[in-house]
């Protein structure tokens, strides 16, 4: 069974600043899938950035980049220029590409961002 | 708008009752996923479904039910409910073999009192 942790219960960054978000798997697959969710107060999930196993190339979204390190089996998300919205709940999400598609979450990180 | 509804939004009941939560996927989606994530904790898988048949079960008490209807929209049953099982519970929902992770509906939070 696959694992995610997220050592990082709560942190905080000043405005503007930049803050990664650690986060470590544990799989014996090959090929699968990453993701990192952010859940607002609203408590609604939203899709932050994915990335392949099979790709080097770590991914970016606009101020959300990913260090993706395979053999380390890590997955951090950087977040530059935080912004007050960014404060929220952050999710570390495996998913192993098998016929369930299923997505196996880490505990979160509970972001603030102080202005 | 996610596209993925869920209801109703809210729900409050007493220990030892029943109750059912809906989920209507996003147009096009096959894959209905449901999960529970109590306070301030990660999401715990439940069950999947697919259209219209159970794809995966993950940690799902005997007292949780679910299904798929051919419109496939889905239910999740929630019985002889004890004050634990107050949390808020996500449906989810997928193109099949979707890469591209979930669209999550806004969430159902159940308050066992």
């Known amino acids: 069974a696959q694992t995610v942790t997220q050592s990082q219960p709560e942190m905080s960054v000043q405005e503007a600043e930049t803050v990664t978000l650690s986060c470590t798997y544990d799989t014996s697959e090959n090929n699968y899938y990453l993701f990192w969710y952010k859940q607002p107060p609203s408590r609604q999930m939203i899709l932050v950035i994915r990335q392949e196993a099979y790709k080097q190339q770590n991914a970016t979204e606009n101020r959300f980049s990913v260090n993706f390190q395979k053999a380390a089996k890590s997955f951090s998300l950087k977040i530059s220029d935080s912004q007050l919205g960014d404060t929220a709940m952050y999710f570390c999400?495996?998913?192993?590409?098998?016929?369930?598609?299923?997505?196996?979450f880490g505990g979160g990180t509970r972001l603030m961002v102080k202005p | 708008d996610s596209g993925v509804t869920q209801t109703p939004k809210h729900l409050i009941t007493a220990t030892g009752q029943r109750v059912t939560l809906r989920c209507s996927p996003r147009?096009?989606?096959?894959?209905v996923y449901w999960y529970q994530q109590s306070l301030d904790q990660g999401l715990q898988f439940l069950i999947q479904y697919y259209n219209g048949e159970e794809r995966a079960k993950g940690n799902i008490l005997e007292r949780f039910s679910a299904q798929q209807f051919p419109d496939l929209h889905s239910e999740l049953n929630l019985s002889s409910l004890e004050l634990g099982d107050s949390a808020l519970y996500f449906c989810a929902s997928s193109r099949d073999r979707s890469l591209y992770g979930y669209t999550f509906g806004s969430g159902t939070r159940l308050t066992v009192v």
């Open positions: 999400a495996f998913m192993r590409l098998d016929a369930g598609n299923m997505l196996t």
């Open positions: 147009s096009g989606d096959l894959s």
